[in-house]
């Protein structure tokens, strides 16, 4: 499985290659490795939260009474995972720690603090809004998604100087493109027909089921990604085993292609998500989004005019079936895609940590 901020970090890893062949780099998931079994109860608590009581990580999502109340425990949590992180630094020697999920930040910050950690730490920050668990003096530098976060971090005390906007990294192979003609007729679907690509993020979460079938009361054709979520997958197979118009897949390493061939995305608004549309100027029709950190960027891509939202299956195919009756409306989103679009943020945060090794090298040059 590969969540949004494995993503990113995998994504400035292969930027960094093209950059500085010569360098190593090496890709850990500090929170698993740190927490190897309270966190996988978190993750999968987290989840249910997420499934059935949305509302209660509403209240707790970058709440300042919530983040008072639960610092005690998030500095236990940060002392039980000191050994690892120092152990991990220690095997590795790095020239400097790129951070793209809170948690190891946090960490890294706190052993800089403390005087235990000497090298670059840099943020990588995976949504166009930025939350308080992110904010640390000790980060030397920070890569953000939007205009809207810098302006956060700096009325949060930090200096403009350490923070870069180059929007979310992804992967470099989002740059390549396949004709959409050329892209439709891989997954032997008819050219002359509108295509949706349907998303629910690496979980599968959402009503996709029943967004599915109401969009099949138009007619539209149909790429569906389920995620690891293996029973909607199941489900979403057995329902549509004979439809030709339909296209399922689990967890793949083709949405590279299927947001080629599709003309308009309906997805949770997750930050790298949100981003390979955006670089493939693909128009979105944004749904259910989780409560926090989804919820803002649902509000950023509304604002810039890139996305609309619906959130019940019968009003999703309805704006869906609306976009496809006015075109010029559909194109007007994805000429704004052309605006927003960061399709080199892996390249640019990974000069960024160029820059920052060097000088701390003794060496400023790029």
């Not at 993503?7 to 890893?13: L, P, S």
């Not at 668990?133 to 980060?139: L, S």
Request: glycine share 6%; hydrophobic share 40%; aromatic share 8%.
């Amino acid at each position: 499985m590969s969540s949004g901020h494995q993503r990113a970090a995998n994504a400035v890893e292969e930027a960094l290659s093209l950059l500085a062949p010569t360098w190593e780099t090496s890709g850990v998931d500090a929170f698993s490795f740190a927490y190897p079994t309270i966190g996988k109860l978190i993750a999968r608590t987290y989840l249910e939260i997420l499934r059935h009581t949305p509302v209660l990580w509403d209240f707790v999502y970058d709440n300042p009474d919530v983040a008072t109340a639960t610092r005690e425990i998030r500095e236990l949590l940060n002392l039980i995972s000191r050994p690892k992180m120092r152990a991990l630094v220690k095997a590795h020697n790095p020239a400097a720690l790129v951070c793209t999920q809170a948690v190891p930040c946090s960490v890294f910050a706190a052993e800089k603090r403390n005087g235990k950690l000497h090298i670059p730490l840099i943020a990588v920050i995976t949504d166009f809004a930025i939350h308080s668990y992110w904010v640390h003096p000790e980060v030397d530098f920070y890569c953000v998604a939007s205009e809207e976060a810098k302006r956060y971090l700096i009325h949060q005390g930090l200096s403009a100087s350490k923070i870069a906007v180059t929007g979310i990294p992804i992967s470099p192979s989002f740059l390549q493109r396949v004709p959409r003609e050329q892209a439709i007729k891989e997954f032997d679907l008819d050219p002359g027909k509108p295509t949706v690509l349907v998303m629910g993020g690496s979980q599968g979460l959402g009503p996709l089921q029943e967004t599915v079938d109401h969009l099949q009361s138009y007619s539209f054709q149909c790429l569906i990604t389920a995620g690891v979520n293996r029973d909607l997958f199941r489900t979403l197979q057995k329902r549509y085993a004979k439809d030709r118009k339909i296209r399922i897949f689990g967890y793949t390493k083709i949405v590279n292609t299927l947001m080629d061939a599709a003309d308009l995305l309906i997805t949770k608004p997750g930050g790298l998500t949100s981003s390979e549309a955006l670089a493939k100027n693909l128009p979105m029709i944004i749904c259910n989004p989780i409560p926090g950190q989804e919820e803002r960027n649902a509000r950023y891509l509304l604002k810039q005019g890139v996305a609309e939202e619906a959130n019940e299956p019968e009003d999703i195919a309805r704006l869906a079936q609306t976009l496809f009756h006015h075109p010029a409306r559909l194109k007007r989103m994805a000429e704004k895609t052309k605006d927003v679009a960061t399709p080199y943020a892996a390249m640019e945060v990974a000069r960024h940590v160029f820059r920052l090794i060097r000088a701390a090298n003794g060496d400023g040059r790029i």
